[in-house]
Structures are given as structure tokens and as C-alpha cells.
């Protein structure tokens, strides 16, 4: 099974794609996706619906904005998660995802151009997982840094497009040749039987999410 368990539908608000135009994508291009809007879950209920239809896995997920003493420190992943959690401190948030047993994931944690997890050098041992592979990080140092600093405590991996637009999906993954369903899935990645593989994106991809959260771009299906 491969997963691209970084993806975004238009509810994040500096993406485009349409839950049909995510799971067509990701069908084409023979992968599974987790399902992480900013700090939004509500294009759960009609990407599982059309990822059972045509024969697609989703991972309910999230990526939530997390907070230290009114600063920003990065954002987090959840992963196999049941209900929503709100953007707030760094410790309520872990805790908030554990209560519902989701996998808790460091999202581009090196990438200091972005909403890295600044913290994760002192509070790794709160996450299950590390993105070590992010397409979307400008410079393939930032993915090194990541990989490297996985591989030294042995921390779980995942990959992700993180994909805003449709020629993303699928760029990034994770491969897990004995799952055979989600629950298998959340198995493997926990125990960090994975492999990751994955392409980085075009700097292209940043000028258009900047004009896309200024609305140049109109949400459809591609």
C-alpha cells in the first residue's frame, strides 16, 4: 500500500482541489492519501465517501498550528484521527491527539521557511512520527536535516506531497508492502516499517499558493 499522508483540499483555504479532483488524482496515480486541511476536517465525510466509491483509502487527518506561550512553534500532523482539534498549545494538542489515539506527526520540522516544529529537537519523544520527506520544502537540505535526525533515535518516518494543487498529489509517499488495510497501515507506521519515496515540487508551487490565498485562483474540478 502507498500513502501520500500530506494532502490538501480546498478547505484549507491556499488550496484548489476538490475532494473529487484529490481522490481521481490519487486513484491515477495509484496511491492512498491522508487528508490534512489546516486546521479543517470538513472535507472528511465527502473524500471517504468518494475514497470508498473508487476504491481509494483516506486517512482523516489534520494540520494544526501549534502554539508556545502565545508563539508560534510549527505545526502538527494528526493522523487517524476521529474529530477535530482546534490550533492552540503545542502540549494541549498532543494530548487532544492521543486521547483520540491518532498518530501524531512533527510536519516539516526543518524547514525554517515554513511552520516547522522548532521544537522537535527537545519534545520528539511526544510524536510517533517525523515527516522526513515533504515535496513542498524548498531546499532538499531541509528533508536531509529530517531524515538524519529520524534516523539517529529511530523515530518512525512518513512522506507527503503536501499537496495545494493537483499535479501534486502522489509526489511523495510512503510504502507499506504488507498493509492491507488502514488499521494495517496505522500498524506499520507506527512501528516505522516504511519506506519513503518522493520527488520535491517545483518552487512554482509557492507562487501559486501566494496567489491562490489572494484568490486568483478559482476552486473546480480538474
Excluded at 498493509?179 to 508551487?205: C, I, P, Q, T
Aim: charged share 25%; proline share 3%.
Amino acid at each position: 500500500m502507498k500513502i501520500d499522508c500530506h494532502t490538501h483540499s480546498f478547505r484549507s483555504g491556499d488550496s484548489v482541489i476538490k475532494p473529487k479532483t484529490l481522490i481521481h488524482l490519487a486513484k491515477k496515480n495509484k496511491v492512498n492519501l491522508a487528508l490534512t486541511d489546516h486546521n479543517s476536517i470538513r472535507s472528511w465525510k465527502e473524500t471517504v465517501s468518494l475514497g470508498q466509491k473508487y476504491d481509494v483509502k483516506v486517512i482523516q487527518g489534520e494540520e494544526i498550528l501549534v502554539f508556545d506561550e502565545n508563539k508560534c512553534v510549527g505545526e502538527i500532523l494528526g493522523l487517524f484521527m476521529n474529530d477535530f482539534v482546534k490550533p492552540g498549545n503545542y502540549l494541549e494538542v498532543i494530548d487532544s491527539l492521543n486521547e483520540q489515539d491518532a498518530l501524531i506527526v512533527a510536519a516539516h520540522p526543518f524547514d525554517f521557511l515554513r511552520h516547522n516544529f522548532s521544537l522537535i529537537k527537545s519534545e520528539f519523544k511526544r510524536l510517533h512520527c517525523i515527516e522526513v520527506f515533504n515535496a513542498r520544502c524548498y531546499s532538499d537540505s531541509f528533508n536531509r536535516k529530517a531524515k538524519a535526525f529520524a534516523d539517529h533515535p529511530d523515530i518512525a518516518q512518513t512522506a507527503g506531497s503536501d499537496a495545494h494543487f493537483p499535479e501534486e498529489i502522489g509526489s511523495a509517499f510512503i510504502d507499506l508492502p504488507k498493509a492491507y488495510s488502514l488499521e494495517d497501515a496505522r500498524h506499520f507506521m507506527k512501528k516505522g516499517l516504511v519506506s519513503v519515496h518522493g520527488k520535491r515540487s517545483s518552487l512554482m508551487v509557492h507562487v501559486k499558493t501566494f496567489f491562490a490565498k489572494k484568490g486568483f485562483f478559482r476552486v473546480k474540478n480538474w
